[in-house]
């Protein structure tokens, strides 16, 4: 075992445990930040392995990865978002 798994070994139960625990329970805003950070970490482990295997392929999935949670960190974040419809909300409380 080389540093670069030993590394991945280490960071995959300290590192990316606790922000699936996050993702998993919790308000939503923290529930996002964890699923966020979890995206971060699975791409740094993704990037290690390739390193410790000495495959390059491996990169290309840390790549794609490394792309696609921006976009999926906007789309639970317009979730977030209260709707103007809702009751307790300013905009739904000035209409009525």
Do not use: H, K
């Not at 445990?17 to 971060?40: E, I, K, S, T, Y």
């Not at 290690?48 to 990169?59: E, I, K, P, V």
């Amino acid at each position: 075992m080389n540093a670069w798994l030993l590394a991945s070994v280490i960071l995959l139960p300290l590192g990316l445990g606790p922000c699936l625990w996050v993702a998993c329970r919790g308000p939503a805003p923290q529930r996002l930040a964890g699923a966020n950070l979890a995206a971060v970490l699975t791409a740094v482990l993704f990037m290690l392995l390739a390193q410790g295997f000495t495959r390059s392929s491996y990169l290309d999935l840390a790549l794609v990865l490394a792309v696609l949670a921006p976009a999926g960190t906007l789309v639970f974040t317009r979730l977030l978002v209260p709707s103007a419809e809702e009751p307790g909300t300013p905009a739904a409380d000035q209409d009525g």
